[in-house]
């Protein structure tokens, strides 16, 4: 199968990554030619990781590296793609005209994607003249480690769309949990309740970071806590999924002031060195000592 990722950041050469380990060719296409260099040493990263440890033999990294293609061209990327995953920022205009774009340089019977981690798969599908082969698959981060695929059926997407996300989830050794387009699908909308609920209780003094998350991991076998998972995550993330629940689902998603306050600082969690934690070398080095509340 040929396999195209727009959007070579974090999720989407995340995305690159397994789908070449699962034996398809693919094209890795973003609007700047650093960005592809990035996501491809990104991926050459955590393939050699996975040599170090014993996970991934070295000619299988070499062979999945030698089926992915770099490129700034979406003409080149997406010309012979049986499928087409978007990975650009969350933002609902940005990824209405992406997949517009792509609809006009794919073939007539590619399945057409969006990673969206909340955005209505409803609303981006329909900027297609076909929509019946949009579908949302929701990967999560890091994407070579993570089981579980949301797929997202938008009121357009055909059965045999979703037959075919569902086969191409499995074939790449993932987990497809199948929900209909509704604010924050499953996996969002349960994840940051837990997580705004946890803020909160940070902000309001009820207990310091580290002893929320252990709570979480030890008394309820979670394997993150969520404060450290919100870091992980993005807190400009967190913010932007709280919004827009808020926006459809009411008060119960409104975000804390100490998450804006973060966010309004810079201190986005782990991608920035600090977010609740202080972060180095992608590790927890200590918790944040600034009173952001």
């Given amino acids: 199968m040929n396999v195209c990722v727009l959007g070579a950041g974090t ?8 789908s070449a380990m699962a034996g398809h060719e693919v094209a890795l296409r973003d609007v700047d030619e650093g ?40 003409a080149a990327a997406a010309s012979d793609a049986d499928l087409v995953v978007e990975a650009v920022p969350e933002d609902e205009e940005l990824k209405r005209t992406v997949l517009g774009e792509v609809e006009e340089v794919a073939p007539a019977d590619a399945a057409i994607a969006t990673n969206t981690s909340s955005l209505p798969v409803t609303g981006i599908a329909s900027a297609l003249s076909d929509p019946t ?33 569902e086969a ?3 074939g790449i050794g993932k987990t497809a949990v199948v929900v209909n387009d509704a604010p924050g699908f499953a996996s969002s909308r349960l994840g940051v309740a837990l997580g705004v609920e946890a803020m909160r209780m940070v902000e309001e003094g009820v207990a310091e970071p580290r002893d929320v998350d252990a709570a979480m991991e030890l008394g309820y076998n979670h394997p993150v806590g ?16 709280l919004e827009h629940l808020r926006e459809e689902l009411g008060e119960r998603f409104r975000p804390p002031t100490i998450l804006r306050n973060k966010v309004r600082a810079g201190k986005l969690g782990k991608k920035t060195g600090e977010g609740f934690y202080v972060w180095e070398d992608g590790e927890i080095a200590g918790v944040s000592g600034v009173d952001d509340a």
């Fill in 133 to 165: 082969r949009a579908i949302g698959l929701h990967f999560f981060n890091p994407v070579h480690i993570m089981a579980l695929v949301e797929v997202v059926l938008a009121e357009q997407t055909s059965a045999e769309t979703r037959a075919f996300a």
């Fill in 168 to 170: 191409f989830v499995d």
């Fill in 35 to 74: 960005i592809v260099d990035e996501g491809i040493e990104a991926i050459e990263s955590n393939l050699d990781g996975g040599v170090e440890r014993g996970k991934v033999t070295a000619e299988a990294a070499r062979e999945a590296l030698d089926r992915i293609v770099g490129t700034t061209d979406l």
């Fill in 11 to 18: 999720m989407g050469h995340g995305i690159a990554q397994v």
């Fill in 226 to 241: 969520p404060i450290e998972l919100g870091d992980v995550v993005g807190l400009d993330v967190r913010l932007g999924i």
